[in-house]
């Protein structure tokens, strides 16, 4: 059997489910995540899913339908975490973004560019009330902070089962990822084009901003990839990837990226300035004379 298409099944919902009934479904999700990441979705017979979760067959089909049910039930579940783990911050930039102004501060010089002057349909400049430049930035920066620290959430003790679920999706079948890319579309990446936009002074449905958002938050993404770990291993002596560390990092390539004025808070605790650049301060940095 083929993996699901999006859209193919929609778990049934239960209103009203009694705490021990939404206890099961949890303990199902909680047992097809780690089924599903370990042998795949056509290793993952519905007797081996009831059986770890605990449950007998006609469980599965009560709660979701069936194990295609299932299956899009634990997209599902994983994207509604990364939404409610984005969403205080995503709404500081839905109301930013809300003022179709540019920032009060823009100034086309910060870009020597020509590619990048405001476009005929860009926000008009200078606009009264608009955000500046530095709330633009330590939005965009903020954001990249919370979708670091939920990608490299190894706390969580389903981490290791969500990477290799992932992983093994991409290669059996990425369209049944198809309703949490549109959803990590809508929440993360428009947003942070939309930020982009905004710094560089051209509309958010510019082609070049989704690449400039796709170039940013792949900086990101980079460190859920085990490749990437195995060659930190292999660092001569190690290299710390700790989420500080990786956020100081991320902090001082996108303030070189836009090359603007960034309050101390946005640069991160002990930001140095110079000028109209900020920038993290790395570890034993002295300060130029």
């Known amino acids: 059997m083929a993996l699901p298409p999006p859209g193919s099944q929609t778990p049934p919902t239960r209103a009203g489910t009694h705490p021990r009934g939404e206890d099961t479904r949890l303990r199902i999700l909680r047992a097809a995540l780690e089924v599903f990441a370990a042998e795949g979705y056509e290793g993952a017979s519905t007797r081996l899913l009831a059986q770890r979760a605990g449950v007998n067959l006609p469980a599965i089909q009560y709660y979701f339908g069936s194990k295609e049910g299932l299956y899009t039930a634990v997209i599902d579940q994983i994207a509604e975490r990364?939404?409610?783990?984005?969403?205080?911050?995503?709404?500081?930039?839905?109301?930013?973004?809300?003022?179709?102004?540019?920032?009060?501060?823009?100034?086309?010089?910060?870009?020597?560019?020509?590619e990048y002057a405001p476009a005929e349909n860009a926000p008009a400049e200078n606009a009264p009330g608009a955000p500046s430049r530095e709330e633009?930035?330590?939005?965009?920066?903020?954001?990249?902070?919370?979708?670091?620290?939920?990608?490299?959430?190894?706390?969580?003790?389903?981490?290791?089962?969500?990477?290799?679920?992932?992983?093994?999706?991409?290669?059996?079948?990425a369209a049944a990822l198809e309703p949490l890319y549109q959803r990590v579309m809508r929440r993360i990446v428009e947003p942070c084009a939309a930020l982009v936009g905004r710094l560089l002074g051209r509309p958010a449905e510019d082609p070049k901003m989704l690449l400039h958002a796709l170039a940013l938050l792949g900086q990101v993404t980079i460190f859920c990839n085990r490749k990437s770990q195995r060659v930190l291993d292999c660092w001569a002596g190690g290299c710390e990837a700790s989420t500080p560390a990786i956020q100081a990092v991320l902090r001082e390539h996108t303030l070189a990226i836009f090359g603007?004025?960034?309050?101390?808070?946005?640069?991160?605790?002990?930001?140095?300035?110079?000028?109209?650049?900020c920038r993290a301060p790395l570890d034993d940095a002295k300060d130029p004379p």
């Open 82 to 114: 990364m939404e409610t783990r984005m969403a205080p911050v995503m709404a500081e930039i839905r109301a930013a973004l809300a003022d179709e102004s540019a920032p009060a501060d823009y100034a086309p010089a910060d870009y020597a560019s020509a």
């Open 136 to 173: 633009l930035l330590d939005l965009l920066l903020r954001m990249l902070d919370a979708f670091l620290e939920l990608i490299m959430d190894r706390e969580s003790p389903d981490w290791e089962s969500r990477a290799l679920f992932f992983a093994r999706a991409e290669v059996e079948s």
């Open 260 to 277: 603007g004025a960034i309050s101390g808070r946005a640069a991160g605790q002990g930001a140095v300035c110079r000028g109209a650049v």
